[in-house]
């Protein structure tokens, strides 16, 4: 038992402090609009033969696009089914 609070006090003094700015992030809720949770369920709920392309770092390559309404709803909603694909696929990955 001793050793276990000696890897644990190295441990927590090695860590990295979390900035602000990643807490505040970390605390946000995730989307519960109708997309996240159909996107969340199955992969069969909406075709994501696209969105590979968005899995890496930026920066992406694609022309930049307009400032319009349309477009930041789609963003807006591209964003919510790359958050719920990725919890999808950690949850599959966790189960096996």
Request: aromatic share 6%; hydrophobic share 35%; proline share 10%.
């Amino acid at each position: 038992m001793p050793e276990s609070k000696a890897v644990q006090s190295t441990t927590i003094s090695s860590a990295l402090p979390l900035s602000p700015a990643l807490i505040a992030h970390a605390m946000k809720s995730l989307p519960s609009s109708p997309l996240f949770l159909e996107a969340a369920q199955s992969t069969e709920a909406l075709d994501e033969s696209d969105l590979p392309q968005w899995e890496g770092e930026p920066p992406y390559s694609y022309a930049e696009p307009d400032s319009t309404p349309q477009e930041e709803r789609f963003t807006h909603n591209l964003v919510e089914v790359m958050l719920s694909r990725q919890i999808r696929l950690s949850n599959k990955a966790n189960t096996q």
